[in-house]
């Protein structure tokens, strides 16, 4: 199994927060969704976290 790392910088403001929520948007659900297109059964390990409306730089 492959390993890759990201970082990111984002606008929280759409996003209810970093971690996957039931039937909300949040940052990683958004970007597991886009990275599963090319990646088949993804895992991601997380070293942070936001809350709603914050930003990360």
């Keep these: 199994m492959a390993t890759y790392r990201i970082d990111l910088a984002y606008d929280g403001s759409d996003f ?15 970007l597991e969704a886009q ?3 090319h990646i088949p059964d993804i895992v991601t390990i997380v070293a942070g976290r936001t809350d709603a409306g914050v930003h990360a730089t």
């Design 16 to 30: 209810r927060g970093y971690a996957v929520q039931p039937n909300v948007r949040t940052v990683q659900g958004a």
């Design 35 to 37: 990275l599963s297109l």
